[in-house]
């Protein structure tokens, strides 16, 4: 039951973020984040507590984010949606519930480098305390509004996905998140588009273009080449261009669509960059970024040489 988009109707009520998820997932990255967007922030609060502190906090003037978890004492995930279903009941309230996944072995190699026990794991082992958390939230990623995979991300990811979901100064339009990526290192997991250019010309055999990027003209010139770019480019210029309104019709306000080759290097950096010049055209606030080469030290220039443990075959 999704609230109504930042900048809405919803504006003239108290805005209240909860969130929740899975331990070591980056709740206390994303309550920080918040609180840098301005929010009031509460770490681990009993749901006994919400509605008092609700009503002492005054949202309205100051929106609140509470990080609520398997670490509070009253906790039971029946209690958390009984308490949400009466939040969102409430006329004077815009109610978000925010659901922080991650991967296993991502979270159990962060319990293990911080040395941290898991909450659910004091008389078991990490995984098995992972197991037994995920099977006990799993109602509230059901429920909730926005599910964010940090399996993946980055702490400035983070902040960066949740800033276009609840920054307080949000307009109407619909947010936009451009980036390119390699399918040879997994698909962006926050991504809710994923477009795959394999079939494009590949600049990667070409052995001047090879230590170049998708940002060089040079690069670019020999993917526009390609006879079938042209029908590619249009075809998915019209296919997103009837969607992108009803998104925000629907309530999104952020929306990531994520580009994708074999290096993440060459083509899908850009087509990345094509459409992100287009979607402004159409009047949306558009970010852009090209996860393989803010990895490798690629990103600006568009002309560097092969970076140190990059190995000089993986295609573009």
């Not at 504006?11 to 969130?19: K, P, S, T, Y």
């Not at 978890?69 to 004077?92: C, G, H, I, V």
């Not at 526009?224 to 998915?236: A, G, I, T």
């Amino acid at each position: 039951m999704p609230s109504d988009p930042a900048g809405s109707a919803a504006g003239a009520r108290g805005r209240v973020v909860l969130v929740t998820g899975l331990s070591g997932a980056g709740m206390s990255v994303a309550l920080k984040a918040l609180e840098d967007l301005g929010y009031e922030a509460v770490d681990n609060l009993r749901l006994s507590l919400v509605p008092a502190l609700i009503q002492q906090a005054d949202p309205k003037r100051r929106p609140l984010a509470l990080v609520i978890d398997s670490r509070t004492r009253d906790f039971s995930a029946q209690n958390f949606l009984d308490e949400l279903e009466e939040l969102r009941r409430r006329d004077d309230l815009d109610v978000r519930l925010v659901f922080l996944d991650c991967g296993d072995e991502v979270l159990q190699r962060r319990f293990t480098e911080t040395r941290r026990r898991h909450p659910l794991a004091e008389d078991r082992t990490v995984p098995d305390g992972i197991q037994r958390e995920r099977a006990l939230l799993f109602p509230l990623k059901e429920d909730a509004d926005v599910t964010i995979d940090t399996t993946q991300l980055s702490i400035h990811d983070l902040r960066r996905i949740l800033s276009g979901h609840f920054q307080r100064d949000a307009q109407a339009a619909l947010q936009v998140f451009v980036t390119s990526f390699s399918f040879r290192q997994g698909l962006p997991r926050e991504a809710d588009l994923v477009f795959d250019v394999r079939f494009l010309t590949n600049p990667h055999y070409d052995p001047e273009l090879r230590p170049l990027t998708g940002l060089n003209p040079a690069v670019a010139a020999r993917v526009e080449s390609d006879p079938d770019f042209p029908d590619f480019f249009r075809n998915l210029t019209g296919l997103l261009r009837p969607l992108l309104p009803r998104y925000n019709q629907e309530g999104k306000s952020y929306l990531t669509i994520a580009i994708g080759c074999t290096g993440g290097k060459h083509r899908s950096v850009f087509i990345a960059e094509r459409l992100a010049a287009w979607l402004k055209q159409q009047g949306l606030r558009v970010n852009i970024s090209h996860r393989e080469l803010d990895r490798q030290g690629l990103r600006t220039g568009g002309a560097a040489g092969t970076p140190a443990g990059q190995p000089a075959g993986t295609p573009g």
